[in-house]
């Protein structure tokens, strides 16, 4: 049997963090389903008033397609789980202030003897690491 993960990430505006994670993550936004000119447009077909989609895909089909779907509720609290974006220690400086103009806000950077890594938050507030 083949299994293949899709992450799904409730949040306010499906649009805006599908763009921003297409660019930190180096994937492309998914064309709207057959049929439809946008995302938007298949929103108000298939979706309740207000709800809302958009998708990132790997343009290389290795990576995990992430789904935006959007919900009433606001995010509080911390994630109880997060995304690590592993790009290698010596990339992660670079890579927190590629972010930062990109709409990420950058938490803290913990550096040890075994690991050097950045704490960010997406433009919603969901927390992930760059390592």
Not at 51 to 64: I, K, L, M, N, T
Not at 72 to 99: M, S, Y
Not at 103 to 119: C, F, W
Request: with cysteine; charged share 25%.
């Amino acid at each position: 049997m083949d299994r293949r993960i899709q992450i799904a990430v409730d949040c306010a505006d499906p649009g805006r963090l599908a763009r921003f994670w297409a660019q930190a993550l180096g994937y492309e936004v998914e064309t709207a389903p057959e049929g439809f000119a946008s995302w938007h447009e298949f929103s108000l077909e298939y979706g309740a008033p207000g709800e809302g989609w958009s998708a990132v895909v790997d343009p290389a089909g290795v990576g995990p397609r992430v789904l935006f779907h959007s919900v009433p509720e606001v995010k509080t609290g911390k994630n109880r789980w997060h995304l690590d974006v592993r790009i290698g220690r010596a990339n992660v400086d670079a890579e927190v202030v590629r972010l930062g103009a990109l709409g990420a806000s950058h938490l803290r950077t913990v550096a040890d003897e075994s690991d050097y890594y950045a704490v960010l938050r997406d433009p919603e507030g969901n927390e992930f690491c760059v390592c």
